[in-house]
């Protein structure tokens, strides 16, 4: 562990008539020679007198690894070294995640999690754009509202661990483009209009204070790649060490874009895409996010319906995790076919219901309201697209890369989403490629994850770089042949059954079970 | 001419679908091949847009090399190289000179002085560092007159020049270590106390906003090699070049103190002692500065006395540099012998007043009140007292680098009163070493000379380094036998007469002049 930050206590000589450098020499000149290029500014200048002398010369030294140099962000009399502590964070459009991390210990002392504040000026991110588009006041009100958002974040941790987060060492930050532009007071309107570039993509350090934010040390925001291939990205590839990995592996992120990047440490294709909302549940008809009440977990065996609900009571929706494993059970239980229509004859619970066919997952007797909770088969086939534009983004990088799925070593899947997701399910329906359940890892919030990783190593700076500098990044508009691919994908699993042998075994063997009966 | 700041105009390409990297890389991209280490912080990126797009990609960047770095100061949409100034500071205990420097021409567009702001905390400099000591409040107070005097003259000059001065790239500011120790915010008490180390001595570049200035670039403040050899010493080097010399020279800078150097480009010795009030004319009763009415060149044969009034009216004291004339005048005519004692014998003129022996050098026809002026036998051995000391340093450092004036082959005086003072005057006296008089130049304010020559040429940095890595220091108080040297200095001009066949070879003519008559 050789974290962002250092922390340093030592004995500096005291000034005699013999030898009467400057306070700020004798600091710089004792650490030189171990540290190479040193910075120090006037905050910090202005820390070291009385501190050196009060002190008998023993002093606390704190300093940040900014790539090129080492920089001096405290002095302090005595020695303070078992207070160092640094802040992670995630800045989501949504929700943003804080992380209190022991750069003594590698742990994470504390956790806190609030929604943007950002969402009174639009709940989507589009919303937010246009009200900052070509407005300086508008740009402040967002920014201000981003560097609220984590200065409340900062004050939860204060309260849950005790400890003074303002003295923190130093901010890793990651977050999508929009979000990282937001923050920096820029027009994010760029982003969005062709040719989509973005104003900054690698700020790197910034003062705190020139983001408002009341913090020793300055805050690092994680490079984007491109307008759809954020900070948070990166952060994710450092977090699962693909960059590093000797294997082709495949990353995958679900949020409100999908973002998609295969690789390794030779190199690495990029690619996004819209692939978010109905993959979360948020499109469909009874869909919701997961919490509770949301049917989380599906299984059927003969119109028998087993629902795993958060929270262990009633019914009130379905979240991604358990449209996934309905979508597939469906399919393995033959009541649906694989282009994704319904099959009344194979089940009593398909009926026309509000003009089209749909599936009752659950009964009366088991929902909150009493009613019966129906999926209708637009929204599967609303689903199915989405998964087929995923999955169309994976196809076409591993074409582009010249590899099939066998030469897969591992498919990492961030974000809540993946965390819930069963193996089984989002490969019946070819929603992930058809890969052995080890080789598929649900990393959870990468985001956040590659953000402390940094904190508590610093060679990671360095891999940021080389991640940026190896990164092919695909525009997925303008790939011939693209919507033609997206169809065969749309299909359960895929219109080319011979790429899911899996999907096939499983359909079958269901089958036997059911002909045994 | 390399000056510190750079203007380019060019054109970057716009983004496209095929190249949609970030304005902010485009730009570093640009300039990266030419310029190397490029910094680019949070307020220059919040100008890239959308000035690079709506100019179609024709910018002009403004950039400082900051000695590892050429750092990004400004982005502007169009060619506005024909707008490039930087500012060079004298900041002075009494007055604080500034100069609006045209770095395209390299010329001085506007120049204005006033007075330091600060001395509502104290005329002298020691009474502002007790007001300062242990106290932040003080020390602030000190900080924001320091810089509210810098911000009146910047808009001086903007008044005088019709330039938007807080558009300039940068402000280079030399001081004494005192000086910059107050404007930084720093407390000055250990520079005036055992072991006289600093707080900073080469803070570098600094934000100007930490300083409390309005001004687009970043202040350069030349830095001290000791609490007595402050930064406008090191920018007198500068500007006369000192330190790039073959031969080896004398830099003697008359001010509050007396900051001495020698050497040449190979070895560098400098000294400071208490010098400048006496020479300024501060502490001789009927003594002033040098302004309306002062008698400012004073010449005696056989008991006439002509005078030199400053404005040519009436006279209403004397200033350093009539001091130095007089002094020698009465020793060339016999009226004063070598130890300083006026001879009545030798001159109508010499009468008991006040009950010591003082001369008459202004009848009451030619004075404003219509009084005689006189000038006091124990005021002109204060005066030698303190030439003496002056004396004694430069002996000293030729003794230290083994040397006698001889092998001296230029003598800069610095300073206002080196300006008005005559070669001749001094040579008598003592105050210069006996050298001929193409060798004495008077080099005027050199401090801010200085800060505009770094301004003018970026290479000075290193040879700055340079200055403070070869330099040696010199603590008067520790050297044996300083005060039996200085007592033999006290002499008119020297004890040892072998010293000054110059003065030997003057008094004799001028005593044959006499015996003629």
Request: with cysteine; glycine share 12%; aromatic share 8%.
């Amino acid at each position: 562990m050789k974290p962002l930050s250092r922390k340093l206590t030592f004995q500096i000589p005291l000034p005699t008539e013999e030898d009467p450098r400057s306070d700020r020499d004798r600091v710089l000149d004792t650490l030189r020679p171990g540290f190479g290029r040193l910075e120090m500014d006037l905050t910090v200048t202005r820390m070291l007198y009385p501190a050196i002398r009060s002190a008998g010369g023993q002093i606390t030294v704190t300093m940040l690894w900014q790539g090129e140099a080492w920089h001096l962000t405290r002095v302090e009399p005595g020695d303070t070294t078992a207070f160092h502590y640094g802040l992670a964070a995630d800045l989501g459009s949504t929700s943003v995640t804080m992380e209190l991390v022991d750069l003594n210990r590698g742990t994470v002392a504390a956790r806190a999690s609030r929604y943007n504040l950002q969402r009174a000026y639009g709940d989507d991110i589009l919303t937010r754009i246009f009200y900052g588009k070509d407005d300086p006041e508008h740009l402040a009100q967002l920014q201000r509202a981003a560097a609220e958002t984590l200065a409340q974040l900062m004050e939860d941790l204060a309260e849950e661990s005790g400890v003074d987060t303002r003295q923190c060492a130093a901010m890793v930050l990651a977050g999508n483009t929009t979000m990282v532009h937001f923050l920096l007071g820029l027009d994010a309107f760029p982003l969005f209009h062709a040719p989509y570039a973005p104003v900054a993509a690698a700020p790197g350090f910034v003062r705190a204070e020139e983001l408002g934010l009341k913090l020793m040390g300055p805050v690092y925001l994680y490079p984007a790649k491109a307008n759809y291939m954020g900070g948070d990205v990166i952060s994710g590839l450092v977090a699962t060490g693909m960059a590093r990995s000797e294997g082709i592996r495949l990353f995958f992120d679900i949020g409100t874009n999908g973002e998609l990047v295969a690789g390794c440490r030779d190199f690495l294709v990029a690619g996004a895409g819209a692939a978010g909302p109905a993959l979360e549940g948020g499109v469909v008809r009874g869909g919701m996010c997961a919490g509770k009440g949301a049917v989380e977990h599906v299984s059927i065996r003969r119109d028998k319906v087993r629902l795993s609900v958060i929270g262990g009571g009633k019914a009130r929706g379905i979240c991604g995790s358990g449209i996934v494993d309905l979508i597939a059970e469906l399919f393995l239980e033959g009541v649906l076919d694989f282009r994704g229509r319904l099959q009344p004859e194979a089940s009593r619970r398909v009926e026309q219901v509000e003009g089209e066919m749909a599936y009752r997952y659950a009964d009366g007797g088991r929902t909150a309201d009493g009613a019966p909770l129906w999926f209708f088969e637009s929204d599967i086939r609303r689903f199915l697209e989405t998964k087929a534009a995923a999955w169309t983004m994976v196809a076409y990088l591993m074409e582009t890369v010249g590899m099939d799925f066998s030469h897969i070593q591992g498919f990492d899947v961030a974000g809540a989403f993946g965390t819930y997701i069963r193996w089984k399910s989002a490969v019946t329906i070819g929603l992930y490629p058809d890969l052995s359940e080890e080789k598929v890892r649900c990393v959870g919030n990468t985001s956040l994850e590659g953000a402390r990783c940094l904190l508590l190593e610093r060679s990671h700076l360095e891999e940021i770089d080389g991640i940026l500098q190896r990164m092919d990044y695909i525009q997925y508009g303008a790939i011939p042949g693209f919507v033609e691919t997206m169809q065969a994908a749309a299909a359960i699993p895929h219109l080319d059954l011979d790429r899911y042998p899996r999907v096939r075994r499983w359909r079958a063997q269901r089958q036997r079970g059911r002909e045994k009966v």
